[in-house]
């Protein structure tokens, strides 16, 4: 059974940083293309970035460009989200996604991936 573990996230100040990581197991990660997404209170989920299974193309959200850099490690089944310049508006839940098809453009749509995991709470104060 596939599963995707999230960790890293907490309580940071604005203008502060936070790394989180998407440990996988299960199922053969190199070959899946994969994707960070959050979801504020009363938002839906939304697509934050997204990466090719060999780590060569990515993808990011206009909100995030040039504060957030999406990585992975086949080597050891994890994908990271380093988060820089954080703002209060960047406070929610975010979940690592895995889509078995690698698309040019990375969908947003939620159905369009075949894993998901159950989220870390990152919360930046003003």
């Known amino acids: 059974q596939a599963q995707l573990v999230e960790s890293g996230g907490g309580l940071v100040q604005a203008g502060g940083s936070l790394r989180l990581s998407c440990a996988a197991s299960g199922h053969t990660f190199s070959t899946y293309a994969m994707a960070w997404f959050r979801q504020a209170p009363g938002k839906e989920r939304e697509l934050v970035a997204a990466?090719?299974?060999?780590?060569?193309?990515?993808h990011y959200a206009d909100s995030v460009k040039g504060r957030f850099t999406i990585s992975r490690d086949n080597a050891k089944n994890t994908m990271y989200l380093q988060m820089n310049s954080l703002k209060p508006e960047d406070t929610a839940v975010y979940h690592c996604a895995a889509d078995r098809y690698y698309r040019p453009k990375p969908s947003s749509e939620t159905p369009t991936y075949d894993y998901w995991g159950q989220g870390t709470q990152v919360t930046v104060s003003s």
């Open positions: 990466i090719s299974p060999n780590g060569g193309s990515t």
